[in-house]
Nanobody, 127 residues
Framework: QVQLVESGGGLVQAGGSLRLSCAAS????????MGWFRQTPGKEREFVAA????????SYADSVKGRFTISRDRAKKTGYLQMNSLKPEDTAVYYC????????????????????WGQGTQVNVSS
């Protein structure tokens, strides 16, 4: 069983930066692939970024490519989403997610592929 807790959200002006963290419990978390998604009211959860269990493979939504960076610290059992050059359209609740892998260098881009979710952290970008 894995529990995920996000932090780092808040209010920032357009052009600013935030770093979200996703702290995980569980001894085998180093073998889990991770992802970040976001959601606004009335819309489906949207893929943002994903990283493989080893950290060697990453994937990004086109809307955030070049601005956001996903990473993980396996020793600290924490994942990160560095968000730069934020835009008002980045405003959403951001969720981290995890799924057990540990062999193939897979990144997962759909919510259905993940087994564990955090509670979400709100990010507001003002214009």
């Amino acid at each position: 069983q894995v529990q995920l807790v996000e932090s780092g959200g808040g209010l920032v002006q357009a052009g600013g930066s935030l770093r979200l963290s996703c702290a995980a419990s569980g001894r085998t978390f180093s073998s889990y692939a991770m992802g970040w998604f976001r959601q606004t009211p009335g819309k489906e959860r949207e893929f943002v970024a994903a990283v493989s269990w080893s950290g060697r493979s990453t994937s990004y939504a086109d809307s955030v490519k070049g601005r956001f960076t996903i990473s993980r610290d396996r020793a600290k059992k924490t994942g990160y989403l560095q968000m730069n050059s934020l835009k008002p359209e980045d405003t959403a609740v951001y969720y981290c997610a995890a799924v057990r892998e540990g062999y193939y260098e897979l990144v997962h881009r759909t919510p259905a592929e993940y087994d564990y979710w955090g509670q979400g952290t709100q990010v507001n970008v003002s214009s």
